[in-house]
Every structure is written in C-alpha cells, then in structure tokens.
C-alpha cells in the first residue's frame, strides 16, 4: 500500500513538471490519430491505409518520446542489443503492408491483433530495455496495452481542468464557468436521449430529421458514433502515449518461482513418456509408413486412417514441448549425472515428437490427396514447421546454455507469420484443389469461390479454358461475386492490389 502511494506521488510530480506544450502536443498528437483511425477504418474497408496509420503511429511515438534519449535514435538498428526491436518493427510494417496487397479474411482479422499487439511491443522494447531483462515480454506488453493505457484515459479532463483554471479570465466560482460546466455535462447526455426517442417513436424521429435537414443531409446517428469513436479513440490513445513518461516508476519486477522440482523427480516422467513413444512409432512404422504393406484395421481405409487422430498428434507435440520447457526452467541443477541423464531423455523426446510431427504430417497429406487442400489444413502444416523448427532450437538450448531458448522460438514464430502471409495459401489452396479437379468428385467449387481476391484471376482462366459442369459451377459463383464487386465504390485509402487483379479478371468472363 505504501508502494501505491509513493508511486501515485511520484506520477502527480511528473505530471505537474511536464510543460503545457508537452502535453498539448501529445494532446494533438492523439486527436490527429483519432481521426485517422475513424476516417479510414470505421465502415470502411482495410487497405493501404493500414500501412499509412502505422507510419503515422511510429512517427508520432517517436516524436512523443524523442527526450528518451540515445535509444531512439536509429529506429532500424541490426545490432545485437537492437535485433529484436528491429525484427518486431520490420514486421508489423510487412504485416500492416498485407492489407493493400493481399485480402485473406483469416488472416487479416489476426493480422490486426498482430499489428496492434507487435507496436506495443516495439514501444516497450524501445523504452524500457532494462525492464523487460526483469520480466516477461507478454506481461509488460499487455500491461502496456490495458492498465497502463487505461489508467492515464482520465489525464486529458485533468489537464484540461487545470488549465481552465489557471486562466484568469474565467474565475472557476463564477456564474459562466458554472453554467458552461453545466451545458458541457448536459451536451452527450442529451445527444444518448435524442437517439433513444427517435427510436421510440417515429412522428417525433421525423421532426427531428427535418429540424436538423435545414442544415443539409446531416444523420445524427451518424455524427454521434463516429464522435464517441474519436473521443474514446483519442483517451485511449493518449492514455498509451503519455504513460511512457512514467518509465521506471511502476515496471514489474520478474518473479521468481519458489517451485523447483528434483532432476531425479523429473527423470520418470521421461523415461515413462519414452517407453510409450518407442512403442507408438512402431505401430506408426508397420501400418501407416508401410505403404499397404502392413494391413490396416478392419473398415479402416488409408484416408480414414490419414484423417483420424491427426490433431491429437498435433496436441501431443505441443505438450511435450511445453513439459521440455518447464522441465529447462523448474530443475534444480544439483547433480551433474542426473542432469545429463534427464538431457538425454529429452533429446529423445525431441526426436520421438519430430517422428509424430512427421506423422501428422504424413496423415493429412494423404487426407488431402482424396479430399484437397483447405485453410486449416494449409495452416495446420505451416504450424508443424514452426514447432518442428522451435524444437531443433529447444535442442540446442538444452545442450548449450548460450542459446537463448526464449528469444529465439520468439523471433521465429514472427519470422514465420510474416511469411506465412506473403506465400499467399489462398492461391496455393485454388491451384492444387484445382489440379485435383479431374481426380476427384469431392471439391467444393463454392468454397473455392469464397476465398480471396487473390484466387479470382486463377479461377477465371480455369472457367475460359474448361467447359466441365465444375467450371460451369465455378462461373456461376465467380458471376455473382462480379456483380458485388464491381459495384462498389472505394476510396483511395481503401486501396488494395489483389482486389484490383481480381476485378480486372472478371471482366474476361463475357469476352
């Protein structure tokens, strides 16, 4: 409790020391992204003006917090202490950069998450280095991104407050100051009551429509969302950008867990969970990598074989990999032969997973030979690359202690996200399912048709070139998206280069 007090004294001083010109910029600064925000995101479609906004964003976090000193100095630096806050850059800038190029709808909804997620944690890394060697990257992220930010969203009427009062010429007692005060509380109350009875009743919606019509085509509604969007954008965004001036005041220290298990404690669990993986690879060796050498189980056919269990396998990995991290973490290191012993069995470990991933692996692409190539199933094989890649880096962590275990997984799994949108599945996905075309009866040419723009030029000239009942289907399909797509307007800022392809393909269908 004492810790709070000192902190919130501590936090009034700065507030109290920081110019008025300091703060009216980071004021102005969070009222012009504000506005940005709403122009080129509410009801609007994503598209180069994500990238645009998050230039916007970086310049101005760099000018909000410029007195920090050397560290901001080069933003792109490829030393050694500044790898990693170069890398986070570099891809939000390349992730925020798939919206004017790409339009896949699954991505682009965790892209966003990616984005707003990854420059928080380029702030934070590029503020408090010293910090973030005491505690977790996702702890001091996320503490960024709510408390901290959501703490500060009042500071705006507090500022405002004290400068209205420092202003002689309206005394704070007076009679105009109370009655302002007034109509300012009473202004958004009244706006909430309007929409509500104009929803209640329709004669009084009318008159009011035609009371604010002499002002032109003005829609009420309209003005007071994207005004509640800009004021809750502009706190929000002001709340991120002025807590970086409380730096080293209220930064986590790193817990240290009192939970510390025996070497000889944690050599069963390997040694059991080994024995079960020998006896598991042999059944995955006689039946599934034989070929049809080995028979099958009764009604078991090689897709249905393929398809069962293949997640499980996936969640298999993935806890094995969690029990090596743990086990890395919570082992006392006390005696060396024990511990050697226990490094043995993981390296074990590793190798019986990468045979299930192998496995997994193996499973689906026989599913898909029969049944084709889908998001999921895309993903899913992308995603057991990544773990594959994350256990040869726990490997040679456990065998050498100069490998940042933690680091490392970190910057691969954002190296391979990056790349996970730029290879472009959607088109992957339309140019084998279509391949497979004349193999199999079990394609789904409407669900071909709902993937991205980025498919259409590839469907349309599989249309001109084939005149099979599934080109047909597909024409049809690709007709009505035509019909919505050509029809609707977009603005420059809504600009996006699979969209553009897409529409000039389907101008080819009626040639």
């Given amino acids: ?115 707003i997620i990854g420059f928080a944690f380029y702030c934070v890394l590029s503020t408090n280095k010293k910090d973030l060697e005491k505690m977790s990257y996702v702890k001091a992220v996320l503490k960024r991104l709510i408390p901290r930010s959501f703490e500060n969203t009042p500071k705006p009427f507090v500022f405002l407050n004290k400068f209205i009062k420092s202003r002689k010429k309206v005394e704070t007692n007076s009679e105009i100051y109370k009655v302002l005060k007034g109509i300012l509380i009473a202004l958004p109350v009244l706006a909430i009551i309007l929409v509500l009875l104009s929803s209640a009743d329709m004669m009084f919606s009318y008159y009011l429509i035609r009371m604010f ?112 991290l743990c086990a890395m973490k919570f082992t006392k290191k006390q005696n060396g032969k024990i511990e050697k012993l226990n490094k043995i069995f993981m390296s074990f470990l590793i190798v019986f997973t990468i045979n299930m991933l192998f496995s997994a692996h193996y499973k689906m692409s026989l599913y898909e030979a029969t049944y084709g190539y889908t998001y999921l199933r895309v993903f899913v094989h992308i995603f057991m690359l990544l773990i594959f890649i994350l256990f040869i880096i726990v490997f040679l962590g456990i065998w050498t202690r100069k490998v940042a275990v933690g680091k490392l997984c970190l910057i691969t799994s954002v190296l391979m996200y990056v790349i996970l949108n730029y290879i472009n599945v959607d088109i992957f996905i339309v140019k084998k399912n279509l391949e497979l075309s004349g193999k199999t009866q079990k394609l789904d040419m409407t669900y071909l048709a709902n993937l991205s723009y980025d498919t259409i030029p590839y469907m349309v000239d ?18 009505e998206k035509k019909s919505i797509l050509l029809d609707t307007d977009y603005n420059w800022y809504e600009f996006n280069l699979s969209r553009y392809k897409g529409e000039k393909a389907l101008k080819r269908l009626n040639k």
């Fill in 1 to 115: 409790m004492e810790d709070y007090f000192k902190r919130n004294e501590k936090i009034s001083l700065i507030d109290n020391t920081v110019s008025d010109i300091e703060k009216t910029k980071i004021l102005s600064f969070s009222l012009i992204l504000a506005i940005f925000l709403d122009r080129f995101f509410i009801e609007k479609d994503a598209g180069v003006s994500v990238l645009i906004f998050v230039i916007l964003c970086l310049g101005i976090f760099l000018c909000s917090v410029k007195d920090r000193g050397k560290a901001l100095n080069n933003i792109v630096s490829f030393e050694k202490k500044n790898l990693m806050r170069t890398i986070i850059l570099l891809s939000v800038i390349f992730i925020a950069g798939t919206f004017a190029l790409f339009s896949n709808e699954v991505l682009a909804f965790l892209n966003i998450i990616f984005v």
């Fill in 213 to 324: 019509g002499m002002f032109g085509d003005i829609k009420i509604a309209s003005i007071i969302l994207h005004s509640v969007i800009i004021v809750a954008a502009f706190l929000y965004i002001f709340g991120f950008l002025w807590s970086f001036k409380y730096e080293g005041i209220y930064e986590d220290v790193k817990e240290e867990w009192s939970l510390r298990f025996e070497a000889l404690t944690i050599m069963p669990i390997f040694v059991i969970l080994n024995i079960v993986y020998v006896l598991f690879t042999a059944v995955q060796f006689s039946y599934l990598y034989g070929g049809g050498n080995a028979l099958l189980p009764e009604n078991f056919t090689y897709a249905e074989y393929a398809r069962r269990g293949f997640f499980e396998l996936v969640t298999v990995a993935i806890i094995n990999f969690t029990i090596i």
């Fill in 462 to 479: 599989f249309c001109l070139n084939n005149n099979s009942e599934k080109s047909n289907n597909l024409r049809r399909e690709l007709e």
